[in-house]
């Protein structure tokens, strides 16, 4: 698999009846407002827990850099929107949609992520 | 009068760019009573846009239509007049309308200059002047990625149609034949810097050859552009950018005289030879010639506007076009080119010319006075155009300072000395004053306020810092608080926060922002936050909630590469190592197989490590003595030594004893920004201790001390501080400064800055430091020991850590998996890193 298909899963989230849901990691696990990156057949997903204890999924991929490191980047808000900053060019993104907020032409796909009633992170692959 | 209703005259506009748009406008705003009813006829499909921004529709596909009308006027889009009737006063259009008039403005522009070059009607070959030209060239480019293109020309435009080509991914070569590029702008010195700074950016320059003929590939389309000289180069796009044609068509068909050259003649108030036409913009021959540059056009609109309310009897209709500026400033291309008043007046009697050039920055500036050294004729700025708005609005004044130290001592007057006759916009004709007035009568606090109410800034742009500095000015004069928020999420600059936080005993950023901000933060204040919270003694870097705050490189303690990899700088104090620890690092770089460079601060950086590996890299480290350098911090970096008395045959202090002494001392004293020192043995200053946030230098009778030098981006010398201290004294005032400096500077603000804005400067400094001035030395004195008493190695204390070792692992769920997308290839012995995807730039998302 190519670098460059790991960070755009051909199929939508939903659109195959059956998700994978993968088990990450224990919540407890998250530091809050920082990120972690997680390998989920073999795609980099970057996982955040903001301060209000809310868990986000964005590719891990950086295209402004080419680089993997979404996961590193510092986490924020911008209005009331819930962002994260690639640590390389720091381009803000928001959390819950993936689109860049300083380059409209860029957005970073997303994934599906839950808390499950055992306090483990569970992120869907579709 | 002829008020309203069926006595109202008609008046006719024929094109609608931005000089017919100006003048219906201006006309909108003082033809209170409605004297004028108002056609517009305009060939394009849309109704006037900002044809100077027009590349940013390219490049970030912004909306460029100007303000709409309104309903009471009729713009006809999409319909060119093809005939204008002067007996009948009649103007009929490509739709067969006709359209009466009391008055004719034209205002019809130019179009792009073809030269008759075989070859020129190809497909891939374009123009670059409308919104459909580009939306053209856009297209054809994105069905040819990598494709090569060539852009004939090099002058202001063609190099800015070159950049974009690049942007979309066309490998481009400008073409220009004269012999440098930008010629009616530039001197040959001017030209040849730019080039070096063109080429650095991936174009390529031919200067001196013609293009002889472009030739067709197997599809049709252009293939090759033939030189002059015989050599070919390979262009699947082509756009000509050689200069501009007045569109006089219309003029010249009903009998309006036309100059040699095109261009419709028209006298200083924009009437042609019938008096009820007019031509404005770029289609006008005014005093001999056409102008090229949207200021000129938008002041001939003003001074029509005039004549006309004249004629309702709405103003004294004396404005008259009194001949512009043709200063101009290269955008949107990431480099600073400018030039201004006359830049070839030293090729004339009674000048002088001050040039200055320096090969390693690219800078090239050349400034031309009056032979008596005062007045500011013209000149040329390549490299660095910071100085351009002031030095443009002094052009045919005093200048301010000697040209030299124009050159040298930086930005020119401040905001509040510009004589209130300056014109600050050239765009726009705006002066000081107006700007003055409407900041007072307006109470405007922002830029944006000024851009909309003067129209100030709000074409090219390249006034927006000296607009910024006036408005500065205005305020505080007038005792408001200038805007120095940090972010959106405070109100307060960086020296209040940290004093809020000094002074409250704030611990926590989540106290700080709930108290005295908003939201939670950003990539901006959460580090500068970080860095207050650190500089003011709140334990280890890492700690609870402060690790949340900090930027990737503190938050791993070491330096992000391109390819998500670390390098690990151990701190090597003055530069002196032993061989057994050189034998170490040497291992250790074996070992790990990382690359290893001796960096620019005295010691050796280790590249391409990955998280997981950071802690084992470093443990061998710590075992080995070696401790955190700090290269990722806004902290102390280095102190730089010359090897001194000892060895030396000329030193007469011990500078590496001393540098040493001084690196341990503020090792790990967190800043707004990095921190820089040096020490020399003797005034050969082989430590370049000058260049440095702080540099010693010995003399027979102890040490000078130098502060805010700077290296980097905008070199500055440092300043002597104080002469022939013995050590004690020159530590205590060395402590002073740093700690003066981390209260009271702005984020990323290095010395050299902070000196350059602090009030009363170096006499200042010495008043507070020396003098006592503030009464805050025992204050600073006692900071300083809290910081040297509570140092603790950052590395040691994570490698002790388990908690705080978690984080290096590269994947949550499958820890010790490396990184798959972190590949390297050899190179000169060592690892080089690979992208395997590179940046891409499009949308990513399903
Ligand atoms: C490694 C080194 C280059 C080398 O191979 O020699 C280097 C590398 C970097 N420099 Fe530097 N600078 C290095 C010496 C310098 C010097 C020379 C010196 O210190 O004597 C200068 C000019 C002196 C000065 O700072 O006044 C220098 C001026 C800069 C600047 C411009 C600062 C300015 O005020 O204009 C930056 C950008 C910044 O900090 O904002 C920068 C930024 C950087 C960064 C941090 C860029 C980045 O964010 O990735 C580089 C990261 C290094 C890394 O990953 O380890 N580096 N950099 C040098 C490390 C010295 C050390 O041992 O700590
Ligand atoms: C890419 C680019 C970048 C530029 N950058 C700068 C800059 O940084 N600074 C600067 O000062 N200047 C710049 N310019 C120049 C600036 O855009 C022009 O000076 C300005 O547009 C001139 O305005 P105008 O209204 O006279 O003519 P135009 O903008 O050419 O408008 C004339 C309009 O009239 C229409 N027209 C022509 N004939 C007819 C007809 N018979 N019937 C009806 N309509 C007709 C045309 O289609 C056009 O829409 C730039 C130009 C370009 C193309
Ligand atoms: S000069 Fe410094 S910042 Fe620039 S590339 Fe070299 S190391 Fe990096
Ligand atoms: S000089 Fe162009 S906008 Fe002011």
Known sequence: MTADVQTRPSTAVGQRSTIRWHDVCAYSDLLPERGVAALIEDVQVAIFRTFDGELYALSNFDPFSGAYVISRGILGTRGDVPTVASPMYKQVFDLRTGRCLDDPRVALPTFRIRRTPQDRVEVASA | ?846
């Not at chain 2, 909108?28 to 108002?38: K, P, Q, S």
């Not at chain 2, 792009?112 to 856009?138: E, H, K, S």
């Not at chain 2, 949207?294 to 506007?305: Q, R, T």
């Not at chain 2, 008259?320 to 400018?338: C, I, P, Q, Y």
């Open chain 2, 1 to 846: 009068m002829n008020v309203g209703g069926e006595a109202r005259k008609r008046l006719v506009v024929v094109g609608h760019g931005p000089a017919g748009h100006r003048l219906v406008e201006a006309l909108r705003e003082r033809d209170v009573t409605g004297a004028w009813r108002i056609t517009v006829v305009g060939e394009e499909p849309r109704p006037a846009y900002d044809r100077v921004a027009l590349t940013s529709h390219l490049t970030e596909g912004a909306d460029l239509a100007l303000p709409a009308h309104g309903p009471e006027v009729t713009v006809h889009t999409g319909d060119p007049a093809v005939e204008i009737d002067r007996t009948a006063r009649t103007v009929t259009t490509a739709s067969g309308r006709r359209v009466g008039y009391d008055a004719l403005v034209l205002a019809t522009g130019s179009s792009p200059f073809v030269p008759p070059v075989p070859g020129r009607d190809l497909p891939g070959v374009f123009v670059y002047r409308t919104i459909d030209d580009l939306d053209a060239l856009r297209e054809h480019c994105a069905a040819r990625p990598g494709a090569g293109g060539v852009v004939i020309g090099g002058g202001l435009l063609g190099l800015e149609a070159a950049r974009a080509l690049q942007g979309l991914g066309v490998d481009a070569h400008v073409v220009e034949v004269a012999p440098w590029l930008m010629p009616r702008q530039l001197d040959e010195g001017g030209g040849a810097m730019l080039r070096r700074h063109i080429e650095a950016l991936g174009l390529r320059v031919r200067t001196g050859t013609p293009v002889a003929a472009l030739e067709a590939g197997e599809d049709g389309a252009v293939a090759r552009v033939r030189l002059g000289d015989g050599s070919a180069l390979e262009a699947r796009v082509v756009v000509f950018s050689a200069g501009i044609r007045p569109r006089d068509e219309l003029a010249r068909r009903c009998g309006l005289p036309v100059g040699e050259r095109g261009g419709v003649v028209v006298d200083a108030a924009c009437r042609t030879a019938d008096p009820a036409v007019f031509a404005i913009g770029e289609c006008a021959l005014i005093g001999g010639r056409v102008y090229g540059l949207v200021g000129p056009c938008l002041s001939m609109a003003e001074a029509v506007a005039d004549q006309l309310l004249a004629e309702a009897g709405g103003s004294s209709g004396n404005a008259r076009f009194e001949g512009a500026d043709t200063s101009t400033k290269l955008k949107l291309m990431g480099v600073d080119v400018a030039s201004f008043g006359d830049p070839f007046a030293d090729r004339e009697e009674g000048t002088l010319s001050v040039t200055y050039t320096d090969p390693v920055d690219g800078v090239y500036t050349k400034l031309v006075v009056s032979d008596d050294a005062r007045t500011l004729l013209g000149g040329v700025l390549v490299g660095d155009a910071s100085a351009y708005p002031t030095l443009r609005a002094c052009v045919g004044s005093a200048l301010p300072d000697s040209p030299g130290q124009t050159l040298f001592g930086g930005v020119g007057p401040a905001g509040g000395d510009l004589p209130d006759a300056t014109v600050i916009c050239n765009c726009n004709n705006v002066t000081a004053e107006t700007i003055r007035r409407s900041i007072r009568d307006e109470g405007l606090t922002d830029v944006g306020g000024v851009k909309s109410c003067t129209r100030a800034g709000a074409s090219c742009g390249s006034c927006v810092p000296l607009v910024k500095r006036l408005l500065d000015a205005e305020l505080v004069a007038a005792g408001i608080e200038v805007d120095k928020a940090l972010c959106e999420h405070f109100d307060h600059s960086r020296a209040e926060l940290f004093d809020i936080v000094r002074v409250r005993r704030i611990t926590t950023f989540t106290q700080l922002i709930s108290e005295h901000g908003r939201g939670r933060g950003c990539d901006i204040c959460k580090p500068a936050v970080a860095s207050i919270l650190a500089s003011l003694g709140n334990g280890h870097i890492l700690d609870g909630e402060q690790a949340a705050l900090q930027d990737t490189n503190d938050h791993f303690l070491a330096n992000l590469q391109k390819n998500g990899t670390y390098s690990v700088v151990p701190r090597i104090p003055g530069g002196e190592i032993t061989p057994e620890k050189l034998i170490v690092i040497g291992e250790v770089a074996r070992d790990f197989g990382l690359y290893t460079k001796i960096t620019g601060g005295q010691r050796i950086d280790l590249f391409g490590a990955r998280v997981e590996q950071l802690p084992q890299i470093w443990k061998r480290l710590v075992d080995a003595g070696f401790e955190s350098g700090h290269a990722y911090g806004k902290a102390l970096r280095t102190v730089k030594s010359c090897v001194g008395s000892t060895w030396c045959r000329y030193g007469v202090q011990d500078s590496v004893a001393l540098a040493i002494r001084l690196e341990l001392r503020y090792r790990g004293l967190r800043a707004p920004h990095k921190l820089k020192a040096a020490v020399s043995g003797c005034a050969r200053e082989c430590a370049e201790a000058q260049s440095k946030d702080f540099g010693i230098i010995a003399t027979e009778k102890g040490w000078n001390l130098y502060v805010a030098g700077n290296g980097g981006m905008r070199p500055r010398h440092a300043d002597l501080f104080a002469s022939d201290l013995d050590e004690e004294t020159l530590v205590r005032y060395i402590d002073r400064f740093l700690m003066f400096y981390i209260r009271t500077a702005d984020r990323l603000q290095r010395t050299a800055s902070w000196l350059e804005g602090l009030d009363g400067g170096i006499d200042y400094l010495r008043e507070v430091i020396i003098e006592d001035r503030l009464g805050i030395c025992a204050e600073l004195d006692a900071a300083m020991e809290r910081h040297v008493a509570s140092y603790s190695d950052e590395w040691r204390d994570t490698l002790e850590d388990p908690d705080k070792l978690r984080r290096f692992v590269s994947f949550v769920n499958a820890p010790d998996v490396p990184d798959p997308s972190i590949v390297f290839e050899t190179e000169r012995d060592q690892i080089k890193p690979v992208l395997r995807t590179g940046p891409q730039r499009e949308v990513l998302s399903r």
